[in-house]
């Protein structure tokens, strides 16, 4: 079983910045894919950015050029940098994690929030 600890949302303006993180318990090596996903208010869960274990991103298109992911390996932590936050962002923010067995493993959720 995994366990993560997510960090990092909270309220912000728009034009703000947050950065999520998250800690996911495990051996390191078996989380081939770690990422963030997103659910707005009455919507369906989308991929916001992944990276492999090896630094290769995946990035959605409508937070590209805004949003960047990155992660520490040695300490199991997934990053998600977001720069120009809109309104739109607004959603709750799962941490996510593959293993190399492609099991799929989901974080509780970090609201943010951006708002005038």
């Known amino acids: 079983q995994v366990q993560f600890v997510e960090s990092g949302g909270s309220a912000v303006q728009p034009g703000g910045s947050l950065k999520l993180s998250c800690l996911a318990s495990g051996r390191v090596f078996d989380f081939y894919l770690m990422g963030w996903y997103r659910q707005a208010p009455g919507g369906q869960r989308e991929l916001v950015a992944t990276?492999?274990?090896?630094?290769?991103?995946n990035i959605a298109d409508g937070v590209k050029g805004r949003f960047s992911i990155s992660r520490d390996n040695p300490k199991n932590t997934v990053y998600l940098q977001m720069n120009s936050l809109k309104p739109e962002d607004t959603a709750v923010y799962y941490c996510?994690?593959?293993?190399?067995?492609?099991?799929?493993?989901w974080g509780q959720g970090t609201q943010v929030t951006v708002s005038s």
């Open positions: 990276i492999t274990f090896g630094g290769i991103t």
């Open positions: 996510y994690v593959k293993d190399l067995e492609a099991r799929d493993y």
